[in-house]
DNA sequence: TGCAAAATTAAGAATAATTCCAATATTATA
DNA sequence: TATAATATTGGAATTATTCTTAATTTTGCA
């Protein structure tokens, strides 16, 4: 939603309060994360920070995220059938959107007014709003060259 | 939500209406999708009308799950990441939830009145609501025995 | 009824995301 | 600085799903 960028020190105090060791790794996990408006994957996460650690393993991205998400800090996205994709937690709750012609992932508002049902019985952590369908781009050119660009995305 | 159970002869039409061949494989997996109300995955679907078909092939359920997604008949719930499970898609609408403790998918209602936003230029094809958190039987038991048994579940 | 074409099923190999594990390195602190 | 706790690596293992090919079944039609 609103994208305002955050400093690493704003970061490296958010692991902190959060019990979290800033490791510069796990820092840069979250900067991307965090700045890069993109609801990456692991995938991505790891292609893309990997010019500041030649040695990066993924194992390590997957720890990260696990600890990050684990914090608060992070938000996993199941919109993408079989491929978690991730969010910066703390941000004024919206919910999300997948093209389905080239696999970008929106920020969504949400329905004016929305509040989860209560369940009797039932503890509810959280409620994600997951939409599917066609961004302006994709309905206009279904054929686009963009197709699924974000699909199966960078080398290596 | 109102679990009316589907006839064979019902499920027969609602194939062909959707221009679907109605093969008995296919048949048995919207049967046990339709009736189950387990929201299954595709290993408990597989193990389950194993019986009947002494042959029955993974790629079986898979291809027909596919054709019934497709079709229409059938929505692909992604509440639970990296393991699609399975729905009846002609009901009411309504959200899901998963139980972090035992694994079980719950219907739950939709907020009053809710409505997916519309977003200037989109093509919104579907919304989707998923809760996260724990069932009446996980809050009570914390360390209950029943802890994970719809994970991993299933022999074989 | 009989046969060709089309569709479906089956079996297993291949793929891809993720997890697990053991060894090494780093960091925090006594 | 030594020790303990924690994190990173690298690679093997796991798991759900897809892909491929061949065999089988069904369907439409002569």
Redesign the interface.
């Known amino acids: 939603m609103n994208h305002h960028i955050l400093t690493d020190t704003e970061m490296v105090d958010m692991m902190r309060k959060a019990g979290l060791r800033p490791s510069a790794q796990r820092l840069a996990v979250l900067r991307y994360v965090g700045n890069s408006h993109s609801h990456p994957d692991s995938d991505e996460i790891y292609n893309e920070i990997l010019h500041g650690f030649p040695s990066l393993s993924r194992s390590t991205v997957y720890n990260s995220l696990h600890a990050l998400v684990e914090a608060g800090l992070v938000r ?1 996205l ?5 491929n ?1 994709h991730y969010d910066l937690a703390p941000q004024p709750p919206h ?1 999300h ?1 997948i093209c ?1 012609g080239c696999g970008t992932i ?1 920020d ?5 007014g ?4 209560d ?18 781009a994709c ?1 206009a050119s279904p054929t686009d060259t963009k197709l699924n660009t974000n699909i199966k995305n960078t080398t290596e």
């Open positions: 996993e199941e919109i993408d059938a079989g978690r919910a959107f389905r929106f969504m508002p949400l329905p004016d929305f509040a989860p049902v369940m009797q019985g039932f503890e509810i952590d959280s409620v994600d709003v997951y939409g599917k369908g066609l961004c302006p309905t």
